[in-house]
């Protein structure tokens, strides 16, 4: 009967040793998947950085179009009117031949 308690003792042992060195490698595993989780989250917040900067830059590009084609049909409209008074200014100046 001391034999079959002994043999308990030493497998309940065994056991609790195991139980030790499962629990130490699931806390190491738990420290290594914790670090890479925290190490993602990082990556995102950049990524999270790094696109809000992009949407600020491509909505500065588009006002910048927007203000260069108001600047290319104000630019039109100068030269029509330019060519409009040359035009005017012939006219008045063929008048004026004719009258002298």
Same mark, same amino acid.
């Not at 790094?50 to 500065?60: D, G, H, L």
């Given at each position: 009967?001391?034999?079959?308690?002994?043999?308990?003792?030493?497998? /309940?042992?065994?056991?609790?040793?195991? +139980? *030790? !060195?499962?629990? #130490? &490698?699931?806390?190491?595993?738990?420290?290594? $998947?914790?670090?890479?989780?925290?190490?993602?989250?990082?990556?995102?917040?950049?990524?999270?950085?790094?696109?809000?900067?992009?949407?600020?830059?491509?909505?500065? /590009?588009?006002?910048?179009?927007?203000? +260069? *084609? !108001?600047?290319? #049909? &104000?630019?039109?409209?100068?030269?029509?009117? $330019?060519?409009?008074?040359?035009?005017?200014?012939?006219?008045?100046?063929?008048?004026?031949?004719?009258?002298?």
């Amino acid at each position: 009967e001391l034999k079959m308690f002994e043999s308990q003792v030493k497998l /309940l042992t065994d056991v609790n040793i195991q +139980l *030790e !060195d499962s629990k #130490h &490698d699931t806390e190491a595993k738990l420290k290594e $998947l914790s670090f890479d989780f925290n190490e993602k989250v990082a990556q995102i917040e950049l990524l999270k950085h790094s696109s809000e900067e992009t949407a600020t830059k491509n909505q500065r /590009l588009s006002t910048t179009v927007v203000e +260069l *084609e !108001d600047k290319l #049909h &104000d630019r039109d409209t100068i030269i029509v009117n $330019l060519e409009n008074n040359q035009s005017n200014n012939q006219m008045k100046q063929e008048e004026i031949k004719i009258r002298e």
